[in-house]
C-alpha cells in the first residue's frame, strides 16, 4: 500500500497513511482535526541498469559480435556469398 504525506494547515503537523488506491482521501488532521492538504514527496523507486534511458533503445540495431554466430537471418543469407564446391577435373 502506498504511503501518503499530509500537512495541517492549522497547526503545522506533518503525518503520514497508509493507504490503498481506492481509499477516500484523508480530510483533517489526526492531531487537531484542522484541514490537510496532500503533500508530493520523493519516491523511493529507482530505474537500474541498462534499457532504461533514451539513448538506451530505439533505433539501435545489435552489432554482429552481439548476434549467434549460427543465427541466421533473411538479411544475413543474402549477403553471405555461395559456398565453394570442389569441382571435379
Known amino acids: 500500500m502506498p504511503i501518503y504525506e499530509y500537512k495541517c494547515q492549522k497547526c503545522g503537523e506533518e503525518f ?5 488506491i481506492a ?7 489526526k ?6 492538504q496532500k503533500l508530493m ?3 523511493s523507486f529507482q530505474l537500474k ?3 532504461w534511458y533514451a539513448t538506451d533503445y530505439g ?3 545489435a552489432s554482429t559480435g552481439e548476434r549467434k554466430k549460427d543465427e541466421k537471418t ?3 543469407e543474402k ?7 570442389k569441382t571435379e577435373e
Open 79 to 85: 549477403s553471405e556469398p555461395p559456398s565453394k564446391t
Open 41 to 43: 514527496s520523493l519516491s
Open 23 to 29: 481509499d477516500p482521501a484523508v480530510k483533517s488532521c
Open 49 to 51: 541498469g541498462s534499457g
Open 16 to 20: 503520514e497513511v497508509f493507504q490503498g
Open 59 to 61: 533505433g539501435k540495431k
Open 31 to 36: 492531531f487537531c482535526k484542522g484541514h490537510v
Open 74 to 76: 533473411p538479411e544475413t
